[in-house]
C-alpha cells in the first residue's frame, strides 16, 4: 500500500522536511508514504478565494491515481486516537488500495475535493500550523503501523 499525502503548499522550511523525512524513511517498504505539494493559489487582498480553492482542489484530484481511497483531514472530521489509527491502517491495508490524504490550504479544502472523500478525519479541534500537520501526520501513521506490528517504538 501507498499512502500519499496531498497539501496544499510547498517552500516549506528545512525543519519541516527533516522532520517528515525521518518519520517517512521509517515506513516499510510495503507501505510508504509519500508527499505531494500542490502550489498554492495567490492570495491577495482582492484574491478570488473561491476560485483559487476550486483550482487548488482540480489540482489535487487530477494528481491522486484513480482507484484510491479519499481521506480528507477537516476540523469536522471524525477523531481517531491512536489504536483506531491503527485500526484504519489495517483496514486500509486489506483494503488493497492506495490511500490519498488531503489537506487543504489557509481556507481549507475544496468542495470538490470534499465530495470525493470516503473518510474524514480530523488531527485536532486546534488550528495547526500546516507545516506541523505534515509532520504530525507523518508520526501518528507511523506509530499506528508500530502498533499494528509489534514494534517497540509505540511504547516509547
Known sequence: MRITLYAVGNKMPK???????????????DMSF???EIPPGKRGKNADIAR???KEGEQMLAAIPKGSRIVTLEVLGKPWD?????????RWQNDGRDVALLVGGPEGLAP??????????????????????????AESLY???????NHPYHRE
Open 15 to 29: 525543519w519541516v522536511t527533516e522532520g517528515f523525512n525521518e518519520y517517512t524513511r521509517r515506513f516499510p517498504r
Open 34 to 36: 509519500h508527499l505531494v
Open 52 to 54: 483559487i480553492l476550486e
Open 82 to 90: 491512536t489504536p483506531e489509527l491503527a485500526r484504519q491502517l489495517d
Open 112 to 137: 470538490a475535493c470534499i465530495a470525493a472523500s470516503e473518510q474524514k478525519w480530523s488531527l485536532s479541534n486546534l488550528t495547526l500550523p500546516h507545516p506541523l500537520v505534515r509532520i504530525f501526520l
Open 143 to 149: 506509530r499506528a503501523w508500530s502498533v499494528n506490528n
